[in-house]
């Protein structure tokens, strides 16, 4: 069992090739979360799988599940302006990110 604080989470964000989908979501091993959006299951339905959204754009790293959590909320109740917004002040090209975790 880990000790309080010691685990980590990310919160993220996904977008297609074409930058017109963004997916938000929360993992605690985020290179195996990318790299199982990008290699779904055969006939998978999911949202990502669906709409090929599976390139990383943004994240936030946090200690705690439940913070964590309430954050991946509060970005899934935003605009689409103003996850472009969080975005842009992170990540202001666009860069696809995948390879640099």
Not at 58 to 77: L, M, N
């Amino acid at each position: 069992m880990k000790t309080k604080g010691s685990h980590n989470y990310y919160v993220y964000i996904l977008t297609n090739k074409n930058k017109t989908v963004l997916y938000t979501g929360v993992t605690n091993n985020l290179k195996e979360r990318l790299y199982s959006h990008k290699n779904p299951l055969p006939f998978s339905i999911a949202f990502t799988t669906k709409y090929k959204c599976y390139f990383l754009v943004y994240y936030e790293h946090f200690f705690e599940i439940d913070v964590a959590i309430k954050r991946e909320k509060q970005i899934k109740g935003f605009s689409r302006l103003k996850k472009e917004d969080l975005i842009m002040n992170f990540n202001s090209e666009w860069a696809f990110l995948n390879d640099t975790i």
